[in-house]
């Protein structure tokens, strides 16, 4: 399915999402360690090869701010991974401490309800360079059994799609998913919502705790607009290699 995806850092103060056939533009690499010295170690190992890399808790936690902005003075566009999850004040107001960072992508999660959802909504387009909000629907982790021990008895699909469903009506343009699900979404909401999805591994690879996944190829085809790729770059013994092969086999896919 041939889909959109943003240029270079387009989602900055843009509603707009330019189409990009460059497999550079379409991985997020997960630097999912606790010291600066490693993330810029990682980074510098991803220059020229891809565009965006994401903080998550792990790495802004132990490093915040400075390391972000030398990930930008690096040239990268900056997925920051903060899952936010708390009352809609509270949601409200840490989206006003991370403003001045001048992120891209922010993630939030949907299952924070339509209140906290729309009250995110609300404050990032006060902003002067909004970030892109990307709702986490149901993390990739997590298995049918595991949604039926927290109380949810639907299958994980049916969970993705009514969070899904609940952030786009109210006003949030991203959506994380599993690549499973990519083909649901897309029939559902069509090219607009920018799909992001974790759990991405080489056939065969390791899934480590990650229980629903596809190859870099299988989510393209499905119509992922970024995927984020962690453990299998950042602990492999050659990441720049992997992140290669990695590219080629979504552009791989985005030539079909
Ligand atoms: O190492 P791996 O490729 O599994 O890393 C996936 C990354 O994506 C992790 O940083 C994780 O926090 C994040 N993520 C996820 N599932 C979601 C949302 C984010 O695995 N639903």
Not at 72 to 92: M, Y
Not at 121 to 134: D, G, H, T
Not at 147 to 156: K, M
Not at 191 to 201: N, S
Request: contains cysteine.
């Amino acid at each position: 399915m041939q889909t959109e995806t943003p240029a270079t850092c387009a989602f900055q103060g843009t509603t707009s999402i330019a189409p990009s056939r460059q497999p550079e533009d379409r991985l997020i690499v997960a630097l999912d360690v606790s010291s600066a010295a490693e993330a810029l170690r990682l980074s510098s190992l991803l220059i020229g090869r891809c565009r965006w890399v994401k903080v998550g808790m792990e790495l802004f936690y132990a490093e915040g701010r400075d390391l972000i902005s030398r990930l930008q003075d690096q040239g990268f566009c900056i997925f920051l991974d903060l899952k936010l999850h708390d009352i809609p004040n509270t949601v409200a107001a840490a989206i006003r401490s991370v403003a001045g960072l001048s992120v891209q992508i922010l993630t939030l999660h949907a299952a924070g309800g339509p209140v906290m959802l729309a009250a995110a909504v609300a404050e990032v387009k006060l902003l002067p360079q909004p970030p892109l909000l990307a709702a986490v629907t149901v993390l990739t982790s997590i298995d049918q059994p595991q949604l039926l021990s927290i109380g949810v008895p639907v299958s994980p699909q049916e969970q993705v799609l009514r969070l899904a469903t609940l952030a786009r009506n109210s006003g949030v343009r991203g959506l994380v998913s599993s690549p499973q699900e990519l083909a649901a979404l897309r029939h559902t909401f069509g090219p607009d919502p920018v799909l992001i999805v974790p759990g991405v591994r080489a056939a065969g690879s390791l899934a480590d705790d990650q229980r629903r996944t596809a190859t870099p190829g299988i989510a393209i085809r499905q119509g992922a607009s970024l995927l984020v790729v962690g453990r299998p770059i950042t602990r492999s013994a050659d990441p720049a290699r992997t992140t290669e092969t990695i590219l080629a086999e979504i552009a791989m896919a985005l030539d079909e």
